[in-house]
């Protein structure tokens, strides 16, 4: 047989170790360690965000390259396998996937929408602490005008005080009025 290693030889007492290392076990014993119950819906979660965190590390990485023909089709088909690996998640979690409900609880969002969104939230914030650690980093704001300013600085203390609670930040109605002092502080200083 001209496949089989020599008898002596250092590929034989590799193959024989490796085998020894995977000699049968009883069955009740591998049985024994597989578990009794398995959350599908927490694997799911989990394979899902890992996934698209997967994905945006990735587009991140061609991104940076120059852009080609070549690098268009490997962005295709890094969507096309993540496609085709969340549609293959969804068969083996069958029933199991979470569902999630709108704020007014009767309509439910597409779980996958919220797993993208914790990906690129958890993507984004590992991409914010290596830059705030390779450098001195504070936020900027290019102010308009002196009320801008102070405006800007008073909704950035608004901000991290709520940050620093239990609350996430300030909800989208409060963030609306933000928005519209600070146009309209832009526009005072403007207007003629």
Do not use: C
Not at 128 to 140: F, G, K
Request: net charge negative.
């Amino acid at each position: 047989m001209p496949n089989q290693p020599k008898p002596r030889s250092l590929v034989a007492a590799m193959l024989a170790d490796e085998a020894a290392k995977r000699r049968a076990r009883p069955a009740a014993d591998a049985l024994a360690d597989v578990p009794e119950i398995v959350d599908v819906a927490a694997w799911y979660s989990q394979h899902t965000a890992l996934l698209h965190q997967f994905l945006h590390h990735a587009i991140k990485r061609v991104a940076a390259a120059p852009v080609s023909k070549q690098t268009q089709r490997v962005i295709h088909s890094l969507g096309q396998t993540h496609a085709d690996l969340m549609a293959h998640t969804v068969k083996i979690a069958g029933p199991s996937v979470p569902r999630v409900l709108a704020r007014d609880g009767k309509h439910s969002i597409p779980y996958e929408r919220l797993a993208e969104a914790r990906a690129k939230v958890q993507v984004l914030t590992e991409e914010l602490a290596y830059l705030q650690a390779l450098e001195e980093w504070h936020p900027r704001f290019e102010a308009m005008s002196a009320k801008q300013e102070a405006l800007a600085a008073q909704f950035a203390n608004e901000i991290a005080a709520q940050a620093e609670g239990d609350h996430i930040g300030p909800g989208p109605t409060r963030l609306l009025e933000m928005a519209r002092q600070l146009y309209e502080a832009e526009r005072e200083e403007l207007a003629p």
